[in-house]
């Protein structure tokens, strides 16, 4: 029972290039949440997605990142044009759907983590 | 005032003593509150998660919550030095979960 998978688990960015992170969720979980976090410094939530749909992504910066979870294949977080401030680890997560009469808030399991370095 | 908050320590703490954690957070509409521990340069590792007043164990960990003070803890007993990472808070809002800081935990043989 593989858990979250993300890939690459470490990549290498010159400025102005682009950087695409992949998070493929648990078996049978629907929703997938991408985090950044910087050294020393807490998760920061960037973009909630299920499958096809974006439902939040109230933390992702305005320009240059964008995220997708197509109906087949890993979801991918896209960072255009890295500048050394994209350097961070970035964590994708996913979660089960929600039972019916459940708690409206499912636990979250995490990937190992991207860490971009953007020379 | 951060919506959940986390004393960021280090917290230290003998070998074989109890090590308490403790979180608060602000929006009394949060429904369930999870413990996470993440050890340095690794991924977040779900610990526990408790949705009901009171006292949750599970091994040698305890979760608890006071909805009306506000509160989450986690304790540790018997805590052995493989215990020592950073101890991350979340509460459940609207299918996402808000994260505290985080607690450095140090286990001190």
């Known amino acids: 029972n593989a858990g979250v998978m993300q890939n690459p688990r470490h990549l290498v960015r010159r400025r102005g290039q682009e950087a695409r992170l992949r998070c493929s969720p648990m078996?049978?979980?629907?929703?997938v949440y991408w985090y950044r976090q910087l050294p020393e410094e807490g998760l920061k939530f960037m973009v909630y997605?299920?499958?096809?749909?974006?439902?939040?992504e109230s933390g992702m910066p305005k320009e240059r990142f964008s995220a997708e979870f197509p109906k087949e294949g890993p979801s991918i977080l896209r960072i255009q044009q890295v500048v050394r401030g994209d350097s961070a680890a970035y964590f994708c997560?996913?979660?089960?759907?929600?039972?019916?009469?459940?708690?409206?808030?499912?636990?979250?399991?995490f990937g190992p983590g991207t860490r971009l370095t953007v020379l | 005032q951060k919506e959940v908050e986390q004393n960021s320590g280090p917290l230290s703490v003998p070998e074989g003593a109890i090590a308490s954690l403790n979180c608060t957070y602000s929006?009394?509409?949060?429904?369930?509150f999870f413990w996470y521990r993440q050890y340095s340069g690794k991924s977040p590792e779900l610990i526990m998660f408790?949705?009901s007043n009171g006292d949750k164990e599970d091994g040698r960990f305890t979760a608890q919550l006071n909805k009306a003070s506000q509160y989450v803890s986690l304790l540790i007993r018997d805590s052995q030095p493989s215990d020592s990472a950073t101890y991350l808070c979340?509460?459940?809002?609207?299918?996402?979960?808000?994260w505290g800081a985080g607690t450095k935990l140090i286990i001190k043989p």
């Open positions: 997560a996913s979660s089960p759907p929600r039972l019916a009469g459940g708690p409206r808030y499912n636990e979250q399991f």
């Open positions: 078996k049978g979980h629907s929703h």
């Open positions: 997605l299920q499958k096809e749909n974006i439902i939040d």
């Open positions: 929006d009394r509409g949060s429904q369930s």
């Open positions: 408790i949705y």
């Open positions: 979340a509460a459940g809002r609207n299918y996402q979960l808000i």
